[in-house]
């Protein structure tokens, strides 16, 4: 299974050269994709690459659409019947409510086989997915893409940055927040009646 994982990375970095995402990240997302195929009952590796392009191509929940939920989901056709329908012509538009950007679902990037996360406690630490995403914001920042995966020394540093600033946060008291606040609202733009 590892040479496949490593063969569909392959193929999700020639097709989407911009993705900022490590390659351990990238196959940590492709593994996830696979466990989700296959509890649709997609098995061959043809099906499971196919799958996982889909998710990377449109929305890695994509299979949450009603309408490709419900194919999908009727065992009444062989899986690859219910498979080949989705993409069929007349689904165009169940596609185009997929990429909407409202529709997306990050969290279907990992393995649905483990419970869902959680937001943080006040004591707990970010995942090593959350220093990545503020590598790849911070990388935007700099401007258009494309980006190169974020190294290790990146995601370390980020790591490093949230950790000060929630300690930071955790420091700060009521009344200095409310200094900051007076600070922010004397630089805005006075309102004319």
Known sequence: MPAFVDKTLAVVRES????????????DSIRAGFKRALLHGLTTDEQLMEYVLVMFASAPNFDQHPMIARV?????????VRWE????????????????????????????????VKPL???EQPTADDWAELV??????????????AT?????QAKQDLVNAIKKRRETTPEE???KAREVA????????
């Open 152 to 156: 290790q020394k990146e995601l370390d």
């Open 72 to 80: 999908l989901g009727d065992a009444r056709f062989p899986i690859e």
């Open 121 to 123: 406690g006040p004591d």
């Open 177 to 179: 927040w409310d200094a």
């Open 136 to 149: 790849v914001g911070l990388k935007q920042a700099q401007g258009p893409g494309p980006y190169p995966p």
């Open 16 to 27: 989407h050269p911009g993705y900022r995402q490590s390659d351990d990240m990238l196959r």
């Open 85 to 116: 329908r989705i993409f069929e012509e007349d689904f165009d538009d169940f596609w185009g409510e997929i990429s909407e950007p409202d529709f997306y679902d990050g969290e279907y990037w990992k393995d649905p086989t483990q419970p869902k």
């Open 186 to 193: 004397k630089s805005l733009p006075k309102k004319r009646p």
